[in-house]
């Protein structure tokens, strides 16, 4: 699976932004997908999952009720909908994806298999 992410770009504090990240090679509703972002000078951490199926999503709690993770399996693309936005979401977001189905859905790396690029989201105060 190759994972492309997009969507960052410069927002001010408040908006909104909804970033993307597209799978191809394989079907993606196999997989649990997440979103991690790495802060300049900060180590990566976990932003919010979502099961193979779409029942179960778990989000970290600096981002809980701001964010929403979806997914769409018909254009193989899960999304991020990210709302008031503060300067310390700037970041750059990663998108990743379990191997299977069968792996925890879980907030370490280690539980993603396929990763994409990255996209910049910069939030001006």
């Known amino acids: 699976v190759q994972l492309q992410a997009f969507g960052g770009g410069l927002v001010q504090a408040g908006g909104s932004l909804r970033l993307s990240c597209a799978a191809s090679?394989?079907?993606?509703?196999?997989?649990?997908v997440a979103w991690f972002r790495e802060a300049p000078g900060k180590e990566r951490e976990f932003v919010t999952a979502?099961?193979?199926?779409?029942?179960?999503?778990y989000d970290a709690v600096t981002v809980k009720g701001r964010f929403t993770i979806s997914r769409d399996h018909a254009k193989n693309t899960v999304y991020l909908q990210m709302n008031s936005l503060k300067p310390e979401d700037t970041a750059v977001y990663y998108c990743?994806?379990?191997?299977?189905?069968?792996?925890?859905?879980?907030?370490?790396?280690?539980?993603?298999?396929?990763w994409g690029q990255g996209t910049l989201v910069t939030v001006s105060s």
């Open positions: 990743a994806a379990s191997q299977t189905r069968f792996a925890r859905l879980g907030r370490s790396e280690t539980d993603y298999f396929y």
């Open positions: 090679g394989r079907a993606l509703s196999d997989s649990h």
């Open positions: 979502v099961s193979w199926n779409g029942a179960t999503s």
